[in-house]
Structure formats: structure tokens, C-alpha cells
């Protein structure tokens, strides 16, 4: 899963890390099959709710295109 993913995976590939509010609207295009299209398009793979990071893949060959990470939220700023 994700937690295992060594960080220089990421560094040493076209992952790109994304904004999980606006990166349906944006283009990707997969390196290893070539797939172009829209980031709605992708699909959902691995979720580390430890780090709250999501996995997008390529939806024809399953490749990691990119990552996004929901923003941090101090405790101290949450309601109880």
C-alpha cells in the first residue's frame, strides 16, 4: 500500500502531487501507456488514512499518475 511507497519512487517519476478540489478539471497523461484525458477519469487506487494521501491511476493500465494529500488541520483549531 501507500505507507510502504518508498519516497524516492515518487521523486524519480511524473508523480505529481495534486489538489484534490480542482484536479478533475486538469489534463494527466499516463508515461507508461500513454492514456491522456481529464482527472475525473482516473481511478481511485491506494488511501493512506494515516497521511491522508489518495493514489489517482491510469483507468486503462492502473498506473500510480498522481497523488493527492488533504490539507492538515491543527487540533487545535477543531470544535468540540
Known amino acids: ?17 495534486v489538489d484534490y478540489n480542482n484536479y478533475k478539471e486538469q489534463d494527466f497523461i499516463c508515461y507508461k501507456c500513454n492514456w491522456n484525458g481529464k482527472g475525473s477519469e ?16 491510469c483507468p486503462k493500465c492502473y498506473h500510480l499518475v498522481a497523488f493527492w494529500q488533504a490539507p492538515l488541520v491543527d487540533k487545535d483549531d477543531i470544535e468540540t
Request: hydrophobic share 40%.
Open 42 to 57: 482516473l481511478a481511485h487506487g491506494d488511501f493512506s488514512k494515516i497521511h491522508v494521501i489518495g493514489n489517482l491511476e
Open 1 to 17: 500500500g501507500l505507507d510502504k511507497l518508498n519516497i524516492s519512487q515518487i521523486l524519480n517519476t511524473n508523480i505529481m502531487q
